[in-house]
């Protein structure tokens, strides 16, 4: 199923004071959605921003909010984020026992689910769960950080949820976060993914809208 590209820049890479800003002019560079990145300093190795950060942002663009939760637990904040605009909001497979739960639960808030997976989950860890979900974020670099390097590993586990997605007939869509650039954008999509987490390489960058059209594929 061929669904077209969407860049989703991750807010993580861009300068924290003046965050109202960058979402702005990051949407009028041609953001498709805005990747928000909620680190717990438990979960994974560095704390970000939460729920209150968000519902702050959220008039600043109409874009829709992809909310990436790198926290355990998880399901004690789903609705605060629901409440503060998340669009999608998307828990780690690793996060806690209880997935199928905290799927449930963020369709009941009326938003779109999406599952997580580290680079050490295999793709099979989400096959009991495809049908709940609308996104599944493959992680091409360790969790908690910007700025690390792309982890080619990962393209064979795209390339098998690629085929187990397709196997369904739904429109789910595969997400990767991490280290993606004008340089390794072009292997992802080849592998599989139809949407692109970029933090470094839009935020790093001298002008958003050249680096976001620089990872959309030609023609
Ligand atoms: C990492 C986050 C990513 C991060 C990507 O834990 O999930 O979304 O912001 O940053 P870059 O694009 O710099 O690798
Ligand atoms: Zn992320």
């Known amino acids: 199923?061929?669904?077209?590209?969407v860049i989703a820049p991750s807010l993580l890479a861009s300068d924290f004071a003046r965050l109202g800003e960058e979402v702005r002019t990051v949407a009028a560079a041609g953001a498709d959605w805005l990747?928000?990145?909620?680190?717990?300093?438990h979960f994974v190795p560095n704390i970000s921003f939460g729920p209150m950060v968000v519902k702050a942002l959220r008039a600043a663009a109409a874009?829709?909010?992809?909310?990436h939760l790198m926290i355990a637990p998880t399901d004690p904040f789903l609705a605060a984020f629901a409440e503060a605009g998340a669009d999608h909001i998307c828990v780690h497979v690793?996060?806690?026992?209880?997935?199928?739960?905290?799927?449930q639960t963020i369709r009941g808030l009326g938003k779109l689910a999406g599952v997580a997976i580290n680079p050490a989950t295999p793709a099979e860890a989400i096959a009991p769960v495809l049908d709940m979900i609308d996104l599944v974020n493959v992680m091409t670099v360790n969790p908690g950080f910007g700025g690390q390097k792309f982890l080619p590993s990962q393209l064979e586990k795209i390339a098998t949820?690629?085929?187990m997605i397709d196997a369904t007939g739904r429109a789910i869509r595969i997400e990767v976060d991490g280290g993606i650039t004008a340089a390794t954008a072009p292997d992802a999509i080849a592998a599989g993914a139809d949407t692109l987490v970029a933090g470094t390489s839009v935020f790093g960058a001298a002008d958003y809208a050249a680096a976001?059209?620089?990872?959309?594929?030609?023609?």
């Open 94 to 103: 690793e996060a806690g026992p209880h997935l199928h739960r905290s799927l």
């Open 63 to 67: 874009l829709p909010f992809d909310v």
């Open 161 to 163: 949820l690629r085929r």
């Open 35 to 41: 990747h928000l990145d909620i680190m717990d300093g």
């Open 212 to 219: 976001i059209a620089s990872m959309r594929p030609a023609g």
């Open 1 to 5: 199923m061929n669904q077209p590209i």
